[in-house]
């Protein structure tokens, strides 16, 4: 018997699978399709403290290898989903959820993080200051080591949930992003976000994207996301979430040789809703196959 438990920041999960916020929903459209309990947990779409509609279309370009996205945290408010979303959550999903925040200021983030502290339901609250699709907010706090450890420091005040920064690849140096979150008083950080690309229209000789450029995401991310983990993981002491590009029990592995503690799946959702529950099933025989009986007897053991 292999042991595909995890602990992120004091909470156990079954098994190290989440899916990533932007991909999921609310769960709802997932729990339609497969007992979605099966997973270690989930992390919500995006929410900021008003209702967004999102960016102009088209939002959406294919790329080989991945797709780019220019959503724009479309999504309906910390209100309803703390008032309504949350409280019905509880009828498909029966462990703790992650609440994915984002913000246009560092007061925004402190309400939306304090309202998502204080539902039951969520375990962690994950802030976003990396989205790359909207305009003096997100990325722009996840930039500047300073900025990043001002939002930290103000959203780990109003929390006693444990606090995960959602980092940026868009920057020279995720490490010491990472460090600053963590002296600021960080539980965990996740990376990596989306990369910022674009894609051309040939005939209309414009950017596909309405927004012109988006994030990009998908398989081809992978190997840029593995590297990233790696590197923050020989700079902080606190957990990470690893993400970019995962798409099977495999590449969960290498996240947690690289220093993961718990992995989340994005793109790979949008185009095989199934994917998580392969990868839940797929991870205990893998491990397996290789002679892990526990997922602390690799993490991180790539490096040195
Ligand atoms: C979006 O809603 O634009 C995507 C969120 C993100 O990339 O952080």
């Given at each position: 018997?292999?042991?595909?438990?995890?602990?992120?920041?004091?909470?156990?999960?079954?098994?190290?699978v989440?899916?990533?916020?932007?991909?999921?929903?609310?769960?709802?459209?997932?729990?339609a399709l497969?007992?979605?309990?099966?997973l270690?947990?989930?992390?919500?779409?995006g929410?900021?403290?008003?209702?967004r509609f999102g960016?102009?279309?088209?939002?959406?370009?294919?790329?080989?290898?991945g797709?780019l996205?220019?959503?724009?945290?479309?999504n309906?408010?910390i209100?309803?989903?703390?008032?309504?979303i949350?409280?019905?959550?509880?009828a498909y999903?029966?462990?703790?959820?992650?609440?994915?925040i984002?913000?246009?200021?560092?007061?925004?983030?402190?309400?939306c993080?304090?309202?998502?502290d204080?539902?039951?339901?969520?375990g962690?609250?994950?802030?976003?200051?990396?989205?790359?699709?909207?305009?003096g907010?997100?990325?722009?706090f996840?930039?500047?080591?300073?900025?990043?450890?001002?939002v930290?420091?103000a959203v780990?005040?109003?929390?006693?949930k444990p606090v995960?920064?959602?980092?940026?690849p868009?920057?020279?140096?995720?490490?010491e992003?990472?460090a600053?979150?963590?002296?600021?008083?960080?539980?965990?950080?996740?990376l990596?976000n989306?990369?910022?690309?674009?894609?051309?229209?040939?005939?209309?000789?414009?950017?596909?994207?309405?927004?012109?450029t988006g994030?990009f995401s998908g398989?081809?991310?992978?190997?840029?996301?593995l590297?990233?983990?790696?590197?923050?993981?020989?700079a902080?002491?606190i957990p990470i979430?690893?993400?970019?590009?995962?798409q099977?029990?495999?590449?969960?592995?290498?996240?947690?040789?690289?220093?993961?503690t718990?992995?989340?799946?994005g793109?790979?959702?949008?185009?095989?809703?199934?994917?998580?529950?392969?990868?839940?099933e797929?991870?205990p025989?893998?491990?397996?196959?290789?002679?892990?009986?526990?997922?602390?007897?690799i993490r991180?053991?790539?490096?040195?």
């Amino acid at each position: 018997m292999v042991n595909t438990k995890v602990t992120l920041c004091g909470l156990e999960l079954d098994n190290p699978v989440i899916p990533a916020s932007g991909t999921f929903g609310y769960g709802e459209e997932f729990a339609a399709l497969y007992d979605i309990n099966m997973l270690g947990s989930f992390s919500f779409k995006g929410t900021t403290r008003e209702p967004r509609f999102g960016n102009p279309t088209p939002r959406i370009a294919e790329c080989s290898e991945g797709m780019l996205n220019s959503v724009g945290l479309q999504n309906p408010g910390i209100d309803e989903v703390v008032g309504t979303i949350l409280p019905q959550m509880k009828a498909y999903f029966h462990k703790p959820v992650i609440a994915n925040i984002g913000g246009f200021s560092v007061e925004e983030y402190v309400d939306c993080a304090k309202k998502a502290d204080g539902a039951d339901n969520v375990g962690w609250i994950e802030v976003n200051i990396s989205c790359p699709n909207v305009h003096g907010g997100g990325l722009s706090f996840g930039t500047s080591p300073a900025a990043a450890a001002e939002v930290t420091a103000a959203v780990k005040a109003v929390c006693k949930k444990p606090v995960i920064m959602k980092l940026s690849p868009n920057v020279t140096n995720i490490a010491e992003i990472a460090a600053a979150c963590e002296t600021a008083g960080a539980d965990g950080v996740s990376l990596i976000n989306t990369l910022l690309g674009m894609r051309i229209d040939l005939k209309r000789r414009k950017p596909i994207l309405a927004n012109k450029t988006g994030g990009f995401s998908g398989p081809a991310v992978f190997p840029v996301a593995l590297r990233m983990v790696y590197e923050v993981w020989e700079a902080v002491k606190i957990p990470i979430v690893g993400m970019g590009g995962v798409q099977s029990a495999r590449d969960v592995l290498e996240m947690i040789l690289a220093g993961a503690t718990a992995v989340q799946v994005g793109a790979a959702n949008l185009r095989e809703p199934m994917v998580c529950k392969t990868i839940v099933e797929e991870l205990p025989r893998l491990m397996a196959s290789l002679g892990i009986s526990d997922l602390s007897e690799i993490r991180g053991a790539s490096h040195g």
